[in-house]
């Protein structure tokens, strides 16, 4: 739920117990999707989902942060679900419904988020639907790992630029693209904080975020989106979904990582 920005303003540093309050936080994410990879099947519609997320959520006294979400224009929808979920060329921000269900070969992408006790885990993933296509599981497998490249050089010292480079040069290498108009974020008592963290660098230096230092207490929701196509989306009519403009397919892998003194530390890991 983050569209194109630079950095502006301090980042923020986490304490021991805010971080502390981010794991927690973080657990009920990773519960989630675990609970939901073994739901989503064919047959199964995404207001189902949708339901078992908020139960998860309820169980611990934690909300949805996306439930209720402002939207870019004021008189716009607010976000009327508790996760997204976003098919085949759906990038983002997918509205679950009733009437909308899984069939063999889909690709579903899960956003979910966890407000625990005033702070926030942000994660997302992508699950191939029964028999998905090669092409599929190939999208699928290096978005996956642009994010864990991404995320490995998450260490006290480096800089912001190490992890978008990182994360766009292993897309790129194998002939897909990372969007350019939605991109990750800071997190922490609210969803979208400082830094900005889009997955390209271009040639256009105002275009590019600060090049910050990573420091321990840093909480980043680090995400690449990644299309088979052209970068370039639209929204549909509902005010919230994303897709791609050629309708190629898209893949979001999602984790709120910590930075600390030992290196990133995966606040949303569940598997």
């Known amino acids: 739920m983050y569209k194109e920005r630079t950095t502006r303003m301090p980042v923020d540093i986490k304490s021991k117990k805010e971080l502390d309050l981010m794991r927690a936080a973080g657990k009920i994410v990773a519960e989630i999707l675990v609970d939901l990879q073994e739901h989503a099947k064919a047959g199964v519609s995404t207001a189902e989902l949708d339901r078992r997320a908020r139960s998860i959520l309820e169980k611990y006294g934690a909300t949805s942060p996306f439930l209720g979400y402002p939207n870019v224009k004021k008189n716009d929808p607010k976000f009327p679900a508790w996760i997204c979920t976003s098919i085949n060329d759906e990038i983002v921000h997918g509205i679950p419904k009733p009437n909308r269900i899984l069939r063999d070969g889909d690709l579903l992408k899960i956003d979910v988020g966890a407000n625990y006790a005033g702070y926030i ?101 680090i995400e690449p989106m990644v299309v088979t196509g052209k970068w370039q989306t639209r929204t549909l009519g509902d005010k919230w979904t994303v897709v791609t403009k050629d309708h190629g397919l898209a893949a979001h892998y999602e984790h709120t990582v910590a930075v600390t003194d030992n290196g990133p530390e995966i606040l949303t890991l569940w598997k």
């Not at 490249?149 to 040069?169: M, S, Y």
Request: net charge negative; hydrophobic share 35%.
């Open 121 to 221: 885990g942000d994660s997302a993933w992508t699950f191939p639907i029964g028999n998905v296509s090669d092409k599929a599981k190939q999208l699928m497998r290096v978005s996956e790992e642009s994010l864990m490249q991404g995320i490995a050089q998450v260490h006290a010292g480096r800089h912001l630029w190490d992890v978008i480079r990182t994360i766009q040069n292993e897309v790129e290498s194998h002939g897909f693209n990372v969007v350019r108009e939605y991109q990750g974020h800071g997190v922490g008592r609210d969803m979208h904080e400082e830094p900005s963290i889009p997955n390209f660098l271009d040639d256009e230096f105002e275009k590019r975020p600060t090049n910050i230092t990573l420091k321990p207490g840093m909480t980043l929701a």
